[in-house]
């Protein structure tokens, strides 16, 4: 929205996501998080558990956004190839983290179970920090600009809390929504004279299909809450003269 | 997982996904449904409603795989832009289409109401063919390898069904998934030499916490049945012999 915008991408890493076996709901939850701390979420990606396709788009996705999350492959199983695929993207090695072998190796009271595949989730890429979470032993971590979190969306959550501090926030975008039953289709000249009016603001028509009945939910978004609010208005009473009585919704 | 596969991409295309305030449900949809016609879903992306992201994930996709399916943005406000992105990447003009603007048109009891901005649904660029839905009027539509849908979930699908017998089918994928209370640490080392002895056989370890417990799911998947049933079986082997009572899932 403006060039000092701070930005980010979400990659999705998993097989499962690809063959529909498992409904992706990280990206959703990502995207949310970031709202709060005004980063705005500018592209999302799903790739398979193939290496040169992590590399692929890693690299484009963290060249071009301030930050990037992953998510999935960070397991103790063969398919967990994301540590290894992120060492590559930055060309760097990949190596035992200490502090990572003594929090998972706390974990097992017979030193055998701590076994050379569990040892496996303690490997990251040289230069990584660590990022622990409340929920699962294996941390997650970080490495320049992208932050590799669990598939497991509770894990996940709380990976992304613990790194919260880490992220440089940007303005909040405010959001106003309205609710009209009046179709697209007739205020669709009248709504783009008034996305016209309000450059600043960014506004998307939705159109909602739910037993109760068919409407459309306007949404304006943007940095400046006055804009905003006045964008808002302007719907509003575009949708008073069209004699509709638009709802406010609670965002 | 063969040369011979067909192959496909989802784009999905809308700022109410990147903001969180949609769940993006169509992707997963998509992924399923390709699946019962043995075409693999390869990747899948997520663009902000702005021509040149539009324009340059479509050229980047369209290239690399069989099919890109893409979702949002054919609607009659001025934040659906899809149809002069995709006319733009094909370098092909855009216009409107006579027959999407019959059936359109049609709706209309007063001519009036069919004005400038739902006209906007019949425009497609040069060359493209419709894809019909029973669910609304407005129409999808076929570019070379791109298929263009809308985003409305119940209208995507819909159009899904209909564009259906324009698809090559590929192999199907069989799948056998395992259930088991192990530990994935626990089974990961025999679980990679299984991997290793089924090199047509794509095995993914899903662990999962459940309010009745935890455990994880061992999903075998290829376009070999009897290499699927012959990994699934080395998996239970595997589990049996480590304690477990292991558990197949239908799928």
Redesign the interface.
């Known amino acids: 929205m403006t060039d000092q915008s701070i930005t980010a991408a979400v990659l999705v890493i998993g097989?499962?996501?690809?063959?529909?076996?498992?409904?992706?709901?990280n990206?959703?939850?990502?995207?949310?998080f970031?709202?709060t701390l005004g980063i705005?979420?500018?592209?999302?990606?799903?790739?398979?558990?193939v290496e040169d396709?992590i590399v692929a788009a890693l690299n484009a996705l963290r060249t071009r956004y301030t930050y990037v999350f992953t998510t999935g492959g960070i397991?103790?199983?063969?398919?967990?190839i994301t540590a290894d695929a992120i060492a590559r993207a930055f060309g760097v090695g990949i190596d035992y983290h200490p502090e990572a072998l003594a929090i998972l190796g706390a974990r097992y009271k017979n030193p055998a179970?701590f076994?050379?595949?569990?040892k496996?989730?303690a490997r990251v890429p040289d230069g990584a920090e660590l990022i622990r979470n409340s929920?699962s032993i294996a941390p997650g971590f970080r490495i320049g600009n992208v932050f590799v979190m669990a598939g497991?969306p509770?894990i996940m959550r709380a990976m992304m809390e613990n790194l919260e501090p880490l992220l440089q926030r940007g303005q909040i975008?405010h959001?106003a929504t309205i609710s009209t039953k009046l179709p697209?289709?007739?205020i669709?000249?009248a709504?783009?004279s008034i996305?016209a009016q309000f450059v600043n603001v960014?506004?998307?028509?939705?159109?909602?299909?739910r037993e109760e009945g068919f409407g459309v939910q306007l949404?304006a978004?943007g940095r400046d809450l006055a804009a905003v609010e006045a964008a808002a208005s302007a719907i509003e009473a575009m949708l008073v003269a069209e004699g509709d009585l638009p709802e406010r919704l609670k965002n």
């Open positions: 097989d499962e996501i690809l063959s529909g076996r498992t409904q992706d709901t990206t959703n939850y990502i995207a949310k970031l709202g705005d979420l500018r592209e999302a990606r799903v790739v398979p558990d396709e397991g103790p199983t063969h398919d967990d179970d076994n050379e595949m569990r496996r989730m929920v497991v509770a975008v959001v697209e289709g007739r669709a000249a709504l783009a996305q960014a506004i998307g028509s939705y159109p909602f299909y949404v978004r």
